[in-house]
Structure formats: structure tokens, C-alpha cells
């Protein structure tokens, strides 16, 4: 009976926990149990085949380094299939992966393959034929528009026009036309552009309120001065000076020296004419431009009147008459701190106060006048940049920026470049309109010039951890900045820069200070050429920035400033590590 008794109990306890099983909750619980012993499955199997990482104590793991990234999405899909529970969602998310993987790889050899186009069409020929285009078995009508590069020779050809007069004009062709649209066949009648007669010099970008005072009208002032309607009218004088070449003398002094100089002849009605530039006597400038601030810009004053000028130099009477005057006609002091030119009143008791030194606006100092005429001054030498200088910052934003480049142009096709992709025929906005658009740049930059070494001697030298700390204050309220443009000639400086893993450093690739040596001792260690070029290519990227931190006890600074101040970046600000010694 015992053992019949026993079975009908035990027959009793299935049927009822048969009902249990039938019931919906149950189900719902034992699906749920199911589910979790699955995605338990999964997540540890997945860990498994991963490297050691710690979290809260524990050791878990991330992906070795044994095993590759192309492996890896499908070493789980084999895992989660090998279980008892069909997850299907995830083996597609791991076949999605897998083409995702395979896609960015070719998208990286077609990025690799367009970046390398772009630098054999920087080195081409003179032929227009470049060898290393045709070795990348790639054809120039196939290479699309490299964002990042200005068409120099075409932009050189531009600025030519807008820096002579028309035959039987009074004024250049500054019209209400911008760059390429001039060349546009509607342009031919000129009925619809504004008369060059009280137009604004065409270097200058932004309104008044987002330059110094009058920069625009005192552009074109200074232009006119430097470019009488008739050189050999016997009213017109001349300042003939050749750049100053003393030992221990930057390009900074060197420039800061001409804006003097430029000043003395505004205020004495000659026209300044630069000689001889020693830092320009090297092989990259060629020709006519060796040893000539022409090889970098377009000159200070016509053609005409330098051959005027110089003719005049050998005339013992325009020496008596004072018809021509050299550098050695003025001493030092009336160069270098000489009266700042009046005829356009005292704008610099205008200037807006955007410098922040100690985090306080620096309202009011004692050399406003000469800030201001600086910054004219050097904007006017530099207002247009020859082909060589163009050239030259090609290829720093090249080797910069053309990766990140090539990437953004890839990802824009519908097929793979370049072998389904078709590049179209340039529109007339493309070549007439947007032609006139800046190259692109990572923005917003930050540039950031620090200045160490034997400049101890002329200003408080700090190290790049304040640099660091004025760019953090910048960050927190533009935390989209991450991009900074890093000149220095510390190789110390470039070391530190690694550790900031959260910001992006761009710098040119040039052979740095290491330990205490002059200016003057590393500029010959890397030869005339490179000890000019890169700096200018800084120089100049400098002033395209949208934010800038440097020192302003460095008269580089100072004159970065003042290229700042006259393109438009009033309103950014100029964070400054110093004051320059004479405030």
C-alpha cells in the first residue's frame, strides 16, 4: 500500500504542478529565466575573449590584442549562435559591424590614395603633368576639389589686378565684385559694379567694429600714398631702406623696424621703397624676387616707382634736394619710436579694449598709438601674399589638415573613389563664387605661439602650463575647441604638448631647441631658407585663427596682434601670458 500510496502522491504533485505549468504567469517567469540564462551566456562568453580591464575591484576584459578587429564580431555571433536562445538581432548588429569594418577599411585606402593625389599635385611640374599622379595610377580629372588648398597661381593673378590701376584710371578695380566674380562675363560692361572711387582696400575682411578704427579707410590711404599716379612727377620723394640686418635682429624686429620706417614716410610724403631683405637671399626665391620682401608679398609700392627711385639714388642732386632719402638719414630712435602718423586724427583712442592680460581687460597703456600704426603697417605689407608664400601654406595645411581632408571628401561620394566615383564639372558659383571662400581649416583653432628661450632677457618668460591655462579658459566657454595650432621653437614645448590627451596640436615639422642657445645661433643651425619660411607659415596661420594666446612682451606676438586686429578678430579677443615691457 506504502508504495501505491507513494505513487498516487506523486502522481497527485505532477498533475498539479502541470496546471502551475500551464498557467500564464508561469510561463512568463520561465521565458524570463530562460532569457537571462541566455544574455548571462552571452556576456560572459563575449568578456572571455577579451584582454584583463579592472572596474570596481573586479577584473574583466577588453579586446586582447591577440585577436584582430576583423575577427572579433564574428568570434560572438559564433558564441550567442552556439547557445540554446536565437538572439537574431544581434548576429545582424554583428553582420552591420562587419560591413561597417570592411567599408572604413577601403574608405581608408581610398582616404590614404586621395591625400597622396593631392600631395603629388602640390609637387607637379611646371608641365602640368605630375609623375607621381600618374605612378598613383590616378588621373588629374578624377582628383576632386582638395578643400584645404587655394589654386595659387590663379589667386596670385587676382590680387595682381587689385594691386594696380587700370590704363587712365585714378583708383584700382576695388568694386563691389569680390575675387573671381570680376573675371565673370557680366562683369565685361560693368554697369552693375559699384565705381572703385571710395571703395575699401579688397585685404581687408569684416566691418569697422571687428577691426582697429578706420582700418579700412586708412588701408586704402596707405595704398594711394605708396602708389602716386605719376612716379616721376618731380613733387614725388622717395625713402629708400633696406631691412634691417644687425645680428641678433628677428624677423619680428626686423618688420617692426619697416612699420617705422613706413611711418616716416607718411609723415614726410615719400614713398617708402624696401631694398635689399636678407632673410629672401636663398634659393627658394627666385629670380627677381631673391633677396626682395617680394618673394613673400606683393611689394610696398609700384613697380615704377622703385625703378624711379633707384635711379634717383644716383643722382647727387635728389640727394641735395632731398628728392631721395635713405635708411641712414634717420637715426634709431626716430625709427623705432618715432611719432605715429596724425592724418587720420587719433583713432587709437578708440581701440576696443579685447586683451586680457591677468584677467583683466587692458583698457587703456601707453603705447596705443604705436599699437594701432603696427598693426596698419605690418597688415599693409603683408596684404597680399605672393605664389611662393601661398604655396608654402599649402603645404602646411596639407600635411596638417589633408588627412582629415581627404576623409570628409571620401565619405561625400556615393560609390569608392575613385573608382565609381565621377568628379563633375565645376559650376559657375563653384568657380566664380565659392572660389573666394578661405581654405578649411579644423575650426574653431586656436592658435598658440610660445616664446621661451633667450627672450628672458626682454620679457617675464612663463611656462607652457599657463599657456595650457589660458586655452582652458577659452575652452569652457567654447568647449567645442579642441584644435590648437602650436608654434614655438622649443622642442621642450612640443614634449609637454603629448600629455594634453583631450586637445588636437597641429605644428610644423621643423628641428627645435633643445636646451639654452640665442635666436640667432638656431636660426643658422637650420639655414636661411627654413629659418624664414616656417615662421612666416605660423605667422600667418596665426591670423587666421579664431582664438590666439601668446605673449605680448614678443614683438612676434605683437605684430600677430596687429594682423589680428586688422583681419577681423577684434571681437575674439588676444589672451596674453605678459604686457609688453614698454606699457
Given amino acids: 500500500m506504502e508504495p501505491l500510496n507513494q505513487k498516487s502522491l506523486e502522481r497527485a504533485v505532477s498533475q498539479k504542478a502541470l496546471q502551475m505549468g500551464s498557467s500564464f504567469p508561469c510561463q512568463i517567469c520561465v521565458v524570463g529565466f530562460l532569457c537571462g540564462v541566455c544574455l548571462t551566456s552571452l556576456f560572459l562568453a563575449t ?90 595610377g590616378v588621373s588629374t580629372s578624377r582628383v576632386p576639389n582638395a578643400p584645404h588648398l587655394e589654386n595659387c597661381k590663379l589667386k596670385t593673378q587676382v590680387n595682381e589686378r587689385l594691386d594696380k590701376r587700370a590704363e587712365n584710371e585714378t583708383y584700382p578695380p576695388w568694386t563691389s565684385w569680390k575675387g573671381l566674380l570680376a573675371k565673370y562675363p557680366a562683369a565685361a560692361t560693368n554697369e552693375h559694379q559699384a565705381t572703385s572711387e571710395g571703395a575699401y582696400a579688397p585685404w581687408i575682411t569684416g566691418s569697422d567694429e571687428e577691426n582697429y578704427p578706420l582700418t579700412r579707410k586708412v588701408q586704402r590711404d596707405i595704398w594711394m600714398h605708396q602708389h602716386p599716379l605719376n612716379c616721376r612727377d618731380p613733387s614725388v620723394k622717395f625713402l ?201 581649416m579644423p575650426r574653431p583653432l586656436l592658435s598658440m605661439h610660445v616664446r621661451m628661450g633667450d627672450k628672458a632677457c626682454e620679457m617675464k618668460v612663463v611656462e607652457f602650463e599657463e599657456y595650457m591655462g589660458l586655452a582652458g579658459r577659452i575652452r569652457k566657454r567654447f568647449p567645442q575647441l579642441k584644435s590648437v595650432w602650436l608654434s614655438t621653437e622649443m622642442q621642450e614645448v612640443i614634449d609637454k604638448s603629448r600629455s594634453y590627451r583631450h586637445w588636437d596640436f597641429y605644428y610644423t615639422n ?29 605667422f600667418l596661420m596665426a591670423s587666421e585663427a579664431d582664438f590666439f594666446v601668446g605673449a605680448l612682451g614678443s614683438t612676434w606676438c605683437f605684430l600677430i596682434d596687429g594682423m589680428r586686429n586688422t583681419g577681423g578678430k577684434v571681437m575674439a579677443g588676444y589672451l596674453s601670458v605678459n604686457k609688453d615691457r614698454f606699457w
Fill in 47 to 136: 568578456l572571455t575573449s577579451f584582454g584583463t580591464f579592472e572596474f570596481g575591484g573586479f577584473s574583466f576584459s577588453t579586446i586582447s590584442e591577440g585577436a584582430s578587429a576583423e575577427n572579433s564580431s564574428s568570434e560572438i555571433i559564433s558564441m550567442v549562435a552556439g547557445t540554446n536562445c536565437s538572439f537574431k538581432p544581434i548576429i545582424r548588429t554583428g553582420r552591420i559591424v562587419d560591413s561597417l569594418r570592411s567599408e572604413e577599411m577601403i574608405n581608408n585606402e581610398s582616404v590614404s590614395l586621395l591625400y597622396s593625389a593631392w600631395s603629388a599635385l602640390l609637387t607637379e611640374s611646371e608641365s602640368g603633368e605630375s609623375d607621381d599622379l600618374q605612378r598613383l
Fill in 240 to 440: 629708400v631702406a633696406d631691412w634691417e640686418r644687425l645680428p641678433g635682429f628677428g624677423i619680428g624686429a626686423q618688420i617692426a623696424g619697416m612699420c617705422g620706417l613706413l611711418a616716416i614716410a607718411i609723415n614726410e610724403k615719400r614713398v617708402l621703397v624696401t631694398n635689399y631683405y636678407n632673410r629672401a637671399d636663398h634659393d627658394g626665391c627666385k629670380d627677381s624676387s631673391r633677396s626682395s620682401w617680394s618673394c613673400y608679398f606683393f611689394p610696398e609700392t609700384s613697380q615704377e616707382c622703385r625703378d624711379r627711385a633707384f635711379e634717383l639714388m644716383g643722382s647727387e642732386e635728389a640727394w641735395k634736394k632731398g628728392t631721395i632719402k635713405a635708411k641712414e638719414s634717420y637715426n634709431s630712435k626716430q625709427i623705432w619710436a618715432g611719432p605715429t602718423p596724425r592724418t587720420w586724427g587719433d583713432p587709437w583712442s578708440h581701440l576696443q579694449p579685447t586683451t586680457d592680460i591677468n584677467g583683466s581687460l587692458v583698457a587703456y597703456h601707453r603705447k596705443m598709438d604705436r599699437r594701432w600704426w603696427r598693426a596698419q603697417a605690418v597688415r599693409y605689407l603683408m596684404r597680399f601674399q605672393t605664389e611662393y608664400t601661398c604655396g608654402l601654406l599649402n603645404v602646411a595645411r596639407h600635411t596638417a589638415f589633408g588627412k582629415e581632408a581627404a576623409n570628409m571628401v571620401v565619405t561625400t561620394f556615393e560609390g569608392k573613389w575613385p573608382k565609381d566615383a565621377t568628379v563633375d564639372r565645376r559650376s559657375d558659383i563653384e568657380e566664380f563664387v565659392w572660389s573666394s571662400h578661405k581654405p578649411w
Fill in 510 to 538: 621643423v628641428t627645435r631647441q633643445v636646451g639654452n642657445m640665442t635666436m640667432a645661433t638656431y636660426e643658422t643651425s637650420l639655414g636661411r631658407e627654413t629659418s624664414t619660411n616656417y615662421p612666416l607659415v605660423n
